[in-house]
């Protein structure tokens, strides 16, 4: 390899990079949105309620519920196929929806919520 | 054996009501220990029906209903200790407490002579009476009444959760009356 060629190929890396940190700092972003990145979705659990009760999410998000009462719940689906376990003060919950979601605290069963999956 | 249940049933959830109901018109004038005791006394007596049902009921709603009031109880009774400590009061005997658990002592008695199914729907009716009663006499007396800013924070943070309770053993009421 030559050294011209050589040189050559590391100015060119320098210059991409070069633009990267150009683009970067003066916040530009890609044309095209990254509709793949999942995006985490709060359910806050207060005063005896799920907020908010009904949330739209895209497949693949995650949602994730955290308690603010003073009072343990859990989050379980609604034919008990799974149960996050019970949630103690400030306890959380993560999970990754692949399908529509209809679920309630099991430990106080008027209390329900639902996640809908919606692609777009 | 039924009816004579039922009738005690709902003499003693209009003793109570009447008895709430009275609270809230007489107003009888309570200083912040003594809604803490009525707090704390009002909490454990669910608490006492719930470890009733749990030792005779074979109901697995009833349980799990049970389960939550102990539970959640708890919770409130825990917060409402932190909450004299900090604020060092020693929680107060007082008419209000004593005639709750006068009626409990009558309800205990009640609920320790039935069995089986009889039992079931005489808990869960009992609960639902109950918490209306506690509701109205947190609403009515005790919110209104407490001069500290945290205890009435505390007691406003107790009402959602003894609606929810009352909301579920409705529910419960309606499955076992079917
Ligand atoms: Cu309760």
């Known amino acids: 390899m030559s050294l011209f060629y050589k040189s050559a190929t590391l100015f060119s890396c320098f210059l991409v990079v070069l633009l990267g940190i150009f683009l970067v700092s003066t916040g530009f972003k890609p044309e095209t949105p990254n509709t793949e990145a999942p995006v985490t979705h709060v359910v806050t659990i207060h005063q005896m309620k799920f907020d908010p009760e009904k949330l739209v999410v895209k497949k693949g998000d995650v949602v994730q519920w955290v308690n ?45 919520g639902s996640v809908t999956v919606k692609n777009h | 054996m039924k009816t004579i249940l039922k009738s005690k049933v709902w003499a003693s959830i209009v003793m ?30 669910d608490i006492d029906y719930a470890k009733i049902a749990m030792d005779r009921s074979k109901n697995p709603e009833v349980r799990e209903f049970a389960q939550t009031m102990i539970a959640d109880h708890n919770a409130i009774i ?13 929680p107060q005997d007082n008419a209000v407490s004593q005639s709750l658990l006068k009626q409990a002592e009558a309800t205990t008695k009640m609920l320790k002579a039935a069995k089986g199914a009889a039992f079931d729907k005489a808990y869960v009716d009992n609960e639902v009476a109950y918490h209306q009663a506690v509701i109205d006499a947190v609403k009515g007396v005790l919110i209104p009444q407490s001069q500290n800013a945290e205890l009435k924070a505390l007691l406003k943070v107790a009402l959602p959760i003894l609606e929810t309770h009352l909301g579920h053993a409705k529910m419960a009421q309606s499955k076992i009356s079917k």
Do not use: R
């Open chain 1, 68 to 112: 603010k009462d003073i009072v343990p719940h859990d989050v379980t689906e609604i034919n008990k196929k799974w149960t996050s376990k019970i949630l103690e003060k400030d306890a959380k919950y993560k999970k990754v929806i692949t399908e529509n979601l209809n679920y309630f605290c099991s430990l106080h069963v008027i209390m329900k």
């Open chain 2, 78 to 90: 825990e917060q409402a200790v932190a909450l004299v400590t900090k604020l060092g009061v020693e």
């Open chain 2, 16 to 45: 109570l009501l009447i008895a709430a109901i009275g609270f809230a018109q007489q107003a009888p004038q309570l200083n912040d220990a003594e809604i803490a005791h009525v707090a704390v006394v009002a909490n454990q007596i």
